[in-house]
């Protein structure tokens, strides 16, 4: 067997040991050594076929002499150790339920990152920070802390300022005001108490000089996460006008490009369909989603109504527009929502449904897409007899796009009869097909059982909506959930 101090995984360990515990962690090391070293030659003497009496006397008055100074190095080590100690002083706060595409970040506090589970098994996680602040000196009334707010590691929307609260540990969660267009950090309550391992582990790395670990931002967060999830962004069409990651094939951003104005000076709709159109990329993020539609909300109405009419590929920019009004980001869906006047939302609608005169199925597609009563006052509206109002209206179409680091998700719940073995048998296979995962049919088929209900999701569209017909076919209810 080897000896278990010369077994540990690396000298660095030992240094790094050594600045957490002080001359304490020697004074342990010394006295094992020692102990050990005078223990054997004891159990040698003993042992010997001839022990010799005074021999033995001799090691067991070393090997308590050993005992005796070990005791007492460790004693005046850790005395003189803890009084020479800086008298540190410690405070703790918390931002918590951070969204999986939201960042709060400060490089000169330590934080720890813990995932919470969703509201629903299946659902996304969300996160909560906990913040520790050491200082060498004492925190007075007027103390604050900074804490910067990204979206997308791409804009910093604001700088927080956590107040210093004597005594307390506080938690804090972002809130958006829709009616101001700002964000702030809120007060929920008193934690139920200090972390005291986050606050060991603080006070450790900063007698250690080490760098205290942070929120990453950048390549780094979203490389971790697709290779977590496994989730590869499919590459973005390469004559689209956007502006791309060529690493990770994500888009990010969209630079707009010179305007053309018109001779009224407002914008030409051609010269801002390019940025506009990143509003139908499932993978372009929320910052850029919002500039695009501060883009639209600053357009004279004809010049918006122009826009509308322009993109009706992949789908009608108003349906798009719709869709954003339930995102799960209250700013993105605030402003689109005060950007969607109720006229010239159905003038749009019926306008594009118009255009599909000779693709009824296409048509009635749409209309599904949005609230039925909406849809009934379009197909008043419009000269499509071949457009049956009870059938679009019947099932109801209405993505709830969810924010996430590498774009929008589209959640489908599936809810079945746990008694139905046909229909669990039939989504069973269709999830082990569909979805991006290792798992055997019959690892699919244990992860089923016992289960009415089940949670999916993809940053595509077209996937979302085709799975959830999937899913009826199997004799199952299919719905569009967002968090």
């Not at 076929?49 to 005791?71: E, F, K, M, S």
């Not at 003038?347 to 599909?356: F, G, K, Q, T």
């Not at 016992?450 to 940053?459: A, E, F, G, L, M």
């Amino acid at each position: 067997m080897s000896d278990p101090v010369m077994a540990m995984p690396s000298f660095q360990e030992i240094v790094s040991l050594t600045f957490r515990y002080g001359v304490f962690a020697f004074s342990v090391i010394v006295l094992f050594l020692l102990t050990n070293k005078s223990h054997n030659q004891l159990e040698t003497a003993r042992s010997s076929p001839n022990p010799d009496q005074w021999q033995t006397r001799i090691y067991l008055a070393i090997h308590g002499a050993v005992w005796i100074c070990g005791i007492s190095l460790i004693f005046f080590a850790s005395y003189f150790w803890w009084m020479d100690q800086p008298q540190r002083k410690v405070y703790q706060f918390s931002v918590v339920n951070v969204a999986p595409h939201e960042f709060v970040v400060n490089h000169d506090l330590y934080v720890r990152s813990l995932d919470k589970p969703g509201p629903v098994p299946d659902a996304p996680q969300r996160r909560d920070l906990h913040f520790v602040v050491v200082s060498d000196g004492s925190f007075g009334p007027d103390h604050s802390f900074e804490l910067e707010y990204f979206k997308n590691e791409e804009k910093k929307y604001r700088t927080f300022r956590i107040p210093y609260v004597p005594e307390k540990n506080l938690r804090y969660q972002i809130h958006y005001d829709a009616e101001g267009d700002s964000y702030s950090l809120q007060s929920l309550a008193d934690a139920s108490g200090p972390d005291f391992n986050l606050v060991s582990s603080a006070l450790a790395q900063m007698s250690s000089g080490e760098e205290f670990p942070s929120e990453k931002l950048g390549r780094t967060r979203i490389f971790n996460e697709l290779g977590k999830s496994g989730n590869i962004a499919p590459a973005p069409n390469s004559g689209d006008p956007y502006c791309t990651d060529n690493v990770f094939q994500n888009i990010v951003r969209c630079t707009p490009g010179p305007l053309q104005l018109e001779r009224s000076g407002a914008p030409a709709a051609s010269s801002v369909v390019p940025e506009i159109k990143i509003l139908q990329v499932e993978r372009s993020s929320v910052p850029s989603k919002i500039n695009a539609i501060e883009t639209l909300a600053k357009l004279p109405p004809a010049t918006r109504m122009e826009v509308y009419d322009s993109i009706s590929d992949p789908e009608p920019l108003i349906v798009t527009l719709l869709d954003l009004a339930r995102h799960s980001d209250p700013e993105l869906a605030s402003k689109t929502r005060r950007l969607l006047s109720p006229t010239e939302v159905e003038s749009a609608l019926v306008a594009a449904v118009s255009r599909m005169a000779d693709e009824p199925d296409r048509a009635a597609a749409i209309l599904a897409r949005v609230e039925p009563p909406l849809a009934l006052r379009v197909l008043a509206r419009v000269q499509m007899p071949r457009l049956d109002a009870a059938r679009i209206t019947a099932q109801p179409q209405l993505l709830v796009p969810t924010a996430s680091s590498n774009g929008d998700r589209y959640y489908v719940k599936a809810t079945w009869n746990p008694g139905d073995s046909q229909a669990q048998t039939c989504l069973t296979t269709l999830f082990n097909q569909s979805l991006v995962s290792n798992r055997t049919p019959e690892q699919e088929s244990q992860m089923m059982a016992n289960r009415s209900q089940r949670i999916i999701y993809w940053y595509s569209k077209e996937w979302a909506l085709g799975i959830a017909d999937s899913i009826r076919d199997c004799g199952a209810r299919a719905e569009f959930v967002g968090f």
